[in-house]
């Protein structure tokens, strides 16, 4: 057992700024600053004493440029989680930590902005990790190709009954129909919409894949000790781990185990890192870039096997507030909005907070798992004082 991250570290304070696809009303860096200080407003520390910033998944917005606009006194710490797009979200974290408990950094903000105007379309990015010429020369163009050939092998060859893929997605648009913040607020949810939408990349149809939203969402992680004196209850990071095992990477497209969503070690070492098991976890935050990837990455955690994945992958077992295991909470990347995840990692600490538009009574835990089927995996667990003490 390795506790290194244990409680040594909390989230004190959240910002996020969401709009529609090529609709934000202010450029990119303007976004995220706006994030950055609503992050801090919610913690009750100035922002110039932000000294600390870690980014993934191709973020353009290099932290010097951000110190004028925040009133930066210090830039301590610059990092960001190389490669594997969504799938460094929660080792962003372990790099924030890992700053601090080392006495590099006091206050380092975890960022993720996207402004398609200004930085592009995600999936050109997404598709610079994931595909090579020998792919590309075989029609294999976009993303949701490559994890559609994933999910048929999930479901041909494992077993695993495609009903998983909708009842995960079912679970998504229930609590992104209760929370006000989701483009998919009181929007009804149903086998018929499903069943009735265009299809992607078989077995994808269009509810099966996460859309692009513009905007940016900070959170502030500081010491543990640091964040008992501010404003909000502190929500402790208790472990992250992040990599990929040999043998993985959508780059050969040739795994040992072709239908997973990569996290064998990650999840591994996570257990391990943080002496919990599965049973221990109140809620999860699941990154679904595709249904049958979030429904793998349950798998992978170890919450089911292939065998008994039907019986877990329920819908009323995955919603809040009676589920054995309520996912997404505010809707997920497919139902709330997808600002490259960084959505998800907010909400598993207002869901510990008791803030979430679809709260789990008495949650001490929250898994936080990054991109799932990238080249390179991430994973965190937060806890509350409720497991703390």
Not at 72 to 82: F, I, Q
Not at 324 to 346: D, E, K, S, W
Request: hydrophobic share 45%; with cysteine; glycine share 12%.
């Amino acid at each position: 057992m390795n506790k290194t991250f244990y409680a040594k570290t909390a989230v004190a304070g959240v910002g996020i700024r969401q709009f529609r696809r090529a609709s934000a009303p202010m450029s990119e860096q303007q976004a995220l600053t706006h994030a950055i200080v609503d992050a801090c407003e919610d913690a009750g520390l100035a922002p110039a004493d932000v000294d600390g910033f870690v980014t993934y998944g191709d973020d353009k917005n290099e932290p010097a440029r951000l110190m004028s606009a925040l009133g930066t006194k210090e830039l301590n710490w610059s990092m960001a989680v190389l490669g594997g797009g969504g799938g460094g979200i929660a080792g962003a974290f372990a790099d924030a930590a890992a700053a601090i408990i080392s006495g590099q950094a006091k206050a380092v903000v975890i960022f993720r902005a996207l402004v398609q105007d200004m930085s592009g379309r995600l999936s050109a990015a997404v598709m610079a990790h994931h595909l090579n010429r020998h792919m590309v020369a075989a029609g294999i163009v976009a993303p949701a190709q490559v994890c559609a050939m994933r999910a048929q092998r999930l479901f041909e060859y494992h077993g695993v009954p495609e009903s998983t893929a909708e009842e995960f997605l079912k679970a998504c648009y229930y609590h992104g129909s209760h929370n006000p913040d989701a483009i998919a607020y009181q929007t009804a949810f149903d086998h018929d919409a499903y069943a009735g939408s265009r299809l992607i990349a078989e077995p994808f149809r269009l509810f099966d894949c996460s859309r692009e939203n513009d905007g940016a969402g900070a959170l502030l992680l500081v010491s543990a000790e640091h964040a008992r004196n501010l404003a909000k209850p502190p929500v402790y990071l208790l472990g992250a781990t992040q990599g990929t095992g040999k043998g993985w990477g959508d780059l050969l497209d040739n795994d040992e185990d072709y239908a997973s969503a990569g996290f064998a070690t990650v999840a591994r070492r996570l257990w391990e890192q943080t002496d919990l098991t599965p049973a221990d976890i109140d809620v999860a935050q699941i990154y679904e870039n595709f249904s049958a990837q979030g429904v793998a990455s349950l798998i992978d955690h170890g919450f089911c096997t292939y065998e008994n994945v039907a019986e877990f992958v329920r819908f009323e077992n995955l919603i809040a507030p009676g589920g054995g295991l309520p996912v997404n909470t505010h809707g997920g990347n497919t139902a709330q909005g997808f600002i490259h995840g960084i959505g998800m990692a907010i909400e598993a600490v207002r869901c510990l907070r008791g803030e979430s538009a679809n709260p789990v009574p008495d949650a001490r835990t929250c898994l936080l798992a990054g991109g799932p089927a990238a080249p390179t995996v991430s994973s965190a667990i937060f806890g509350n004082s409720g497991i703390i003490g």
